[in-house]
């Protein structure tokens, strides 16, 4: 890695999904989180946003092995496990929310209903579902932006490919 490149890593869901309604959701556990941190910690400059947006603006350098942390749709494992974890080792984070989920009348996104559903319900049992309310079939699908994902199946890539990728947002929702 050269001082003109950054490390980001993103996470979404740190929680220990045995422990709620949701056990076969895919989650990071905050055990392995840590597990992670110490290596970054390690091997990478854990900066923050301002140092990575100076660096991109030109009024700074990024350090040879720079690393930059996210955390996306303001999950209240952020708030209470990540924060805290990140405050007593001193790093920064950022932390991206959503206005849907935090607004006056806040709601789940489709992408977060989609990732339940999986969990709750397995790929045959949505899709079929998902097939019969939209009158369409999914798609095949064999990798993703970054090739195959070794956590999850095709049927499970293409249901989530079709209902946050190919739909509408409000055509996903009417069907969720």
């Given at each position: 890695?050269?001082?003109?490149?950054?490390?980001?890593?993103?996470?979404?869901?740190?929680?220990?999904?045995?422990?709620?309604?949701?056990?076969?959701?895919?989650?990071?556990?905050?055990?392995?989180?840590?597990?992670?941190?110490d290596?970054?910690?390690?091997?990478?400059?854990?900066?923050?946003?301002?140092?990575?947006?100076?660096?991109?603006?030109?009024?700074?350098?990024?350090?040879p092995?720079?690393?930059?942390?996210?955390?996306?749709?303001?999950?209240?494992?952020?708030?209470?496990?990540?924060?805290?974890l990140?405050?007593?080792?001193?790093?920064r984070?950022?932390?991206?929310?959503?206005?849907?989920?935090?607004?006056?009348?806040?709601r789940?996104?489709p992408?977060?209903?989609?990732?339940f559903?999986?969990?709750?319900l397995g790929?045959?049992?949505?899709?079929?579902?998902?097939r019969?309310?939209?009158?369409r079939?999914l798609p095949?699908?064999d990798?993703?932006v970054?090739?195959?994902?070794?956590?999850?199946d095709?049927?499970?890539?293409?249901?989530?490919?079709?209902?946050?990728?190919?739909?509408?947002?409000?055509?996903?929702?009417?069907i969720?």
């Amino acid at each position: 890695m050269t001082g003109s490149s950054c490390l980001a890593v993103m996470y979404h869901y740190v929680r220990n999904s045995e422990e709620t309604p949701f056990p076969a959701i895919r989650a990071l556990p905050p055990a392995l989180l840590e597990q992670q941190l110490d290596w970054l910690q390690a091997e990478y400059d854990v900066i923050g946003l301002p140092q990575l947006e100076a660096a991109l603006v030109g009024r700074a350098a990024l350090a040879p092995n720079a690393a930059v942390l996210t955390f996306d749709d303001g999950f209240i494992d952020h708030y209470e496990t990540v924060f805290p974890l990140l405050c007593r080792r001193g790093l920064r984070g950022t932390f991206f929310l959503t206005e849907d989920a935090c607004g006056e009348a806040p709601r789940l996104l489709p992408v977060h209903k989609v990732q339940f559903l999986l969990a709750r319900l397995g790929a045959d049992p949505f899709g079929q579902a998902v097939r019969a309310a939209c009158g369409r079939s999914l798609p095949h699908v064999d990798g993703g932006v970054l090739g195959l994902d070794r956590w999850e199946d095709g049927d499970s890539r293409a249901i989530k490919q079709f209902l946050i990728h190919e739909l509408s947002f409000d055509e996903a929702d009417r069907i969720l």
